[in-house]
């Protein structure tokens, strides 16, 4: 009996620089019959094959000729997934006709990759299950990701530092408490030509500035700054609706209602990476939800 | 023919070892018999001996395993003859059983060959399997097992494995054939059951140590004895209830109190142990076969088919489908309504049930408005579907009993909460963790401030 596959807790910036685990690379030989799933694998060693995605649904459309197939983009603090749904996902493609751009929404799905040429790979998710969720939950997926994806990221950063390789890599790393899943990964990650270190630097900093602007959420709420920020929204709100509104004259109204315009830029970005509005043109401001 | 099937033997040598004892060869020249080509008869005869080579210890011993190596000391054998109805007019078979131990622990085996040696001795056995039988695990060596005795083994000799072994509640395993423990009891409760025509008293509670819960039955009379009391069991025997170990006491275990100046030596009291317990990974959930009382939270990746209002046998309670019941044929179904869920942590996932109430709490509707639900609505999955678009995606934690199938790991809750809002608590710290990096400005508002000029 095939075990459900877990689903895995990744940022697009990890997930879209995963490739494909050759099956003569995986750890057990006995799970190479037609019947073993797809298998991904991260520049940090990560395999996987389903995920679990909560993040701003910003783009949709759909690109079927002769029967449907939505394309939709959902974006993290860290990047945006590529997500499709086709005639054999016919929940999600009922979904994604009708759900509202923008909104939070929470999505599993089976990773795919597409290689159109030798080096140009396209990673995307065949969506499976799709709901509308809201912040709390997106936040909480955030916080959940980043944690898993630290424990990775210093997993990774220990057997690079380690210097070991194969066999005794395996050893150091299972002796460490490290799962032997991951660990089986790392030591693909470090036999393939990836960057190393140097991705791992990327999505750090990554992670740190979308942690931020979370934190910046929890830290305002309790200082007087909150309150300004609660008037540029409700402002921001009362102007623009879900129309959206002219950053310009957005930033004079709010000049003119004695709130400087550092604040309302820092407040506005504070948004933006939060994924609670988004710019639908250059220069127009829009509420999610 | 034979040129033919030479090289198939060789290879099957190879991977299998000796074909003749084990009956393999016989195997492999049935298949061939009934003219099954060579190769393909050689793939069926590796799928089913070959699997990858095991060798088991007693804790390892879990339900329905087959096809492994063991290697354990005879602790007690004793022989039985068998004579089933329909061979009544031949010989009877002989079943030795006995116990068998390595340094994990004890277990009871059955075997239809006579073995190679008696108690005391060290016998390994290839292609050794597990049966239930009375709810217990136990090893049994069959007509294709190999059983061979070792002369010099590293084993602990027969005395230090006859002491019955000190065990930590997680430590304790199906296969346990006698266990001694300290533990606290947390639940204690008294039922009345008929054993061999007599009325008799059973108690039944949970157990507990610093490193978890398990469910004991006695079946003598504890004296002095009630919740939080801390108390030695020597000599338990461990069953399987619901799939999940159980410490019984009986009249050969031996059951005391444990004082307090011991008791302040132990790495637990009655406080420390009655506390609710800290959510565990998924992961840590499928490392094992059963977990008893243990509190998990992740997302509801998936609500699956068979949610929502259900109709049950008014006699035995069983799903009926079109009020047509299994057992009792055609019958007035009683609605109820449950709900079946994938919990998936990112570490692992595991298929949840929640009986009515609960479902009822998480859906956030009672029986009564999903059947005003279902009757209003031509679909007849309208309640399945309402429950999976309230559901999908979102987070709870879950606090009950799991245990582990050919199907995944199975948990039945018997609570369910949103998870604590700690959301800030965990960024100060992964922060921390992530470090400060040189080459990125560390303070807040000059990010803030660059990305708003851009935006200008």
Redesign the interface.
């Known amino acids: 009996m095939l075990k459900r596959e877990v689903a895995k807790r990744v940022f697009a910036r990890e997930f879209e620089a995963c490739r494909e685990l050759e099956k003569s690379e995986r750890p057990d030989s006995e799970a190479t019959d037609s019947k073993t799933p797809n298998l991904l694998i991260s520049p940090l060693g990560l395999i996987l094959n389903r995920v679990f995605v909560v993040g701003v649904v910003t783009e949709l459309d759909n690109i079927g000729t002769q029967s449907e197939m939505w394309k939709a983009r959902i974006v993290d603090p860290t990047g945006a997934f590529t997500v499709y749904a086709g005639q054999y996902q016919p929940e999600a493609l009922i979904f994604f006709s009708t759900v509202q751009v923008p909104s939070f929404i929470a999505l599993t799905g089976k990773a795919r990759t597409y290689e159109p040429e030798p080096g140009s790979v396209f990673v995307s998710i065949r969506a499976e299950e799709v709901n509308v969720v809201d912040e709390e939950i997106r936040n909480r997926w955030i916080v959940d990701t980043a944690e898993q994806t630290v424990e990775r990221l210093e997993a990774f950063s220990d057997a690079l530092a380690s210097g070991y390789h194969g066999e005794e890599l395996r050893e150091y790393l299972l002796g460490r408490g490290i799962s032997s899943e991951l660990t089986e990964g790392i030591a693909i990650a470090l036999q393939r030509e990836y960057s190393r270190g140097e991705f791992a630097k990327i999505l750090r900093t990554s992670i740190r500035e979308g942690l931020k602007t979370l934190d910046l959420d929890s830290e305002n709420s309790t200082s007087a700054k909150a309150d300004q920020k609660e008037f540029v929204l409700e402002l921001l709100k009362e102007m623009g609706g879900s129309k959206g509104v002219d950053y310009a004259a957005f930033i004079d109204s709010a000049a003119s209602r004695g709130i400087p315009e550092q604040v309302v830029e820092e407040v506005i970005h504070a948004l933006l990476a939060g994924g609670q509005c988004y710019e639908p043109k250059i220069g127009i401001i829009r509420l999610v939800g | 023919m034979d040129e033919k099937i030479a090289p198939h033997l060789e290879e099957l040598t190879r991977a299998l070892g000796d074909l003749e004892k084990t009956g393999i060869r016989a195997e492999f020249e049935k298949l061939i018999a009934f003219r099954v080509p060579p190769d393909i008869a050689k793939e069926s005869i590796l799928r089913k001996f070959g699997?990858?080579k095991r060798i088991l210890k007693v804790k390892d011993l879990s339900a329905n395993l087959k096809n492994f190596e063991f290697t354990g000391r005879i602790l007690d054998l004793g022989e039985k003859s068998i004579r089933s109805q329909a061979e009544a007019q031949e010989k009877p078979s002989r079943l030795y059983t006995g116990v068998l131990a390595d340094e994990t622990g004890s277990v009871q085996f059955s075997s239809w060959k006579e073995l190679p040696g008696s108690i005391g001795d060290v016998i390994n056995v290839k292609n050794a399997y597990v049966r239930i039988w009375q709810n217990r695990i136990r090893l049994s060596i069959g007509e294709q097992s190999l059983v061979s005795k070792i002369s010099d083994s590293l084993l602990p000799s027969l005395s230090e494995l006859s002491a019955s072994q000190k065990k930590k509640l997680i430590d304790i395993r199906a296969a346990d054939f006698s266990v001694d423990t300290v533990a606290c009891i947390l639940q204690l409760s008294y039922r009345e059951v008929l054993v061999k025509g007599r009325q008799s008293r059973v108690i039944s509670g949970v157990l507990a140590d610093e490193t978890g819960r398990l469910p004991f039955t006695s079946w003598i009379e504890l004296d002095g004895i009630d919740i939080g009391s801390i108390i030695r069991i020597d000599g338990a025997q461990v069953r399987i209830f619901r799939g999940m170990p159980s410490v019984n006491i009986l009249s050969s275990t031996k059951v005391s109190s444990v004082g307090p100046e011991e008791a302040e030596k132990l790495a637990f009291t009655f406080e420390s142990v009655a506390k609710d317990p800290v959510p565990i990974k998924?992961?840590e959930i499928d490392s094992r076969d059963s977990m008893f009382d243990v509190s998990v939270a992740g997302?509801l990746?998936?609500v699956r088919p068979g949610s929502g209002i259900i109709s049950r046998c008014p006699e035995c309670s069983r799903v009926i489908q079109k009020g047509n019941c299994r057992v009792h044929g055609k019958v007035e179904g009683i609605w109820d309504m449950r709900i079946k869920a994938?919990l998936?942590?990112?570490?692992?996932?595991m298929?949840v049930t929640f009986p009515r109430e609960l479902a009822e709490t998480i859906y956030g509707k009672t029986l009564e408005e999903a059947e005003q639900l279902m009757f209003s609505d031509v679909s007849k999955d309208a309640v399945y579907e309402d429950i999976?678009?309230f559901l999908?995606?979102?987070?709870l934690a879950i606090r009950g009993n799991s245990s582990k199938s050919?199907?995944?790991i199975s948990f039945v809750a018997e609570s369910a909460w949103l998870?604590e809002e700690d959301?800030?608590v965990?960024?100060?710290e992964?922060?921390r963790?992530?470090?400060s990096?040189e080459?990125?400005g560390s303070d807040?508002?000059s990010?803030?401030?660059r990305?708003?000029i851009e935006?200008?």
């Open positions: 699997e990858k998924i992961e997302n990746v998936s994938v998936d942590d990112g570490t692992g996932s298929s999976k678009r999908t995606g979102r987070y050919e199907f995944g998870p959301i800030a965990r960024i100060v992964l922060l963790r992530l470090g990096d080459e990125d807040k508002s990010q803030v401030s990305g708003g935006l200008a």
